[in-house]
């Protein structure tokens, strides 16, 4: 599976999770994770689109800095949401019913945006 199917398959996981139970600790937690691996895929999506069009140094640079870049390139990317997703991914001190809650609604129409999008796909 190469990592555009795989991205795919995690933003239909967080779709459905909209439907699971959410007062379940387990269900909760497994959502975080999947939302984890679905901004690392989106991050390799920003770096893939940015190589191919022209922007190989800025897909060179760290998570933020791609963030940046990608908000620069394309009209879709909102920055403040991508970098509260980086904040996220890398540890929330929230409660995980909040962090679940920001998972299943912007976040996840973030990710959605970008797999829509014609920023992943290959020209």
Known sequence: MDWQDNFQEHIQLLQQAREADLTNPFVCHGIVHIFQEA?????????????RDGQGMAAMGSAKELIAA??????????????????DRH??????????????GTYQDALAALYDSDADAPR
């Open 39 to 51: 901004f690392d895929l989106g991050l390799m999506a920003f770096r893939e689109a940015l190589k």
């Open 70 to 87: 990608a908000y620069e390139q394309y009209l879709f990317v909102d920055e403040d949401i991508w970098l509260a997703m980086l904040r």
């Open 91 to 104: 540890g929330s001190h929230d409660a995980i019913e909040a962090q679940v809650g920001r998972i299943l």
